[in-house]
């Protein structure tokens, strides 16, 4: 084990040793990949394997997670380490009835998340598709993805999502793909704290509510849609 080496100094050296070695060859990655239907680019250092995946699956559902990818889904019940529970909007917030509404807060949240842009909005669908700069590899590609379900037999709306990186990368000589788990939770927490949802299974949420700013107050509450303002701390001043 090396000690004092960080996973990114590892990372970088081993980006640097590909641009300099441009020799391609096959791998047990690139078997993989073809098996697949994915694209391989590999040279003597490493071995990086693309699979887009965006989209809805033909039963109308979100994809899950394969076992090499860097990947968090809600659909990931098989594989604990990339399990996350859905979302859902606190029962006494309006946006737990209305699914339309509900639908503009994420696409709000999720287009004020740095570095994330939305590629696709579905509105009939309430379906959301943004993508986002990688952390490994660090020219990656991440898909976020996002598919509101409309309050059904007496539960409110409840949010299904999947975040996961198109490119899986082996270094030489390592045969399992470097994995990072902790961008995607990051980003993820992230987009959950300014929406003020929950996940579903906890029985309440008050760290999130204790530190949900007032904006996500008054869109909790919907004070701003029944015509009362929420005072702003201006409104306090001398």
């Known amino acids: 084990m090396l000690e004092g080496v960080s996973r990114g100094a590892v990372l970088r050296a081993a980006f640097v040793a590909a641009i300099a070695q441009t020799n391609p ?40 997670c394969t076992s090499a990818q860097s990947c968090v889904a809600s659909g990931a019940v098989s594989s604990p ?25 994420l696409c709000s949240a999720v287009e004020e998340q740095p570095g994330v842009n939305v590629d696709v909005r579905d509105e009939a669908r309430f379906y959301l598709h943004a993508t986002a700069v990688s952390s490994v590899p660090a020219d990656g590609t991440d898909d976020l993805e996002f598919l509101l379900r409309p309050p059904s037999g007496g539960q409110g709306c409840t949010l299904s999502f999947r975040s996961a990186t198109q490119q899986s990368v082996y270094v030489y000589p390592l045969t399992q793909p470097l994995i990072d788990q902790d961008s995607h939770m990051r980003r993820l927490a992230q987009i959950r704290s300014r929406l003020g949802w929950e996940e579903l299974g906890l029985a309440s949420d008050s760290a999130l509510e204790a530190g949900m700013p007032l904006r996500q107050a008054r869109n909790f509450f919907g004070l701003q849609f029944q015509g009362i303002r929420a005072p702003d701390d201006d409104d306090y001043d001398d």
């Open 81 to 105: 380490s990339k399990f996350s529970p859905a979302w859902a909007p606190n029962s006494l917030s309006p946006e737990s009835r209305d699914v339309a509404r509900a639908f503009r807060a």
């Open 25 to 64: 060859g096959r791998s047990a990655a690139e078997i993989r990949a073809d098996s697949v239907g994915c694209t391989t680019s590999s040279n003597p250092a490493l071995t990086v394997v693309t699979c887009p995946s965006p989209g809805l699956r033909p039963d109308g559902r979100l994809g899950s």
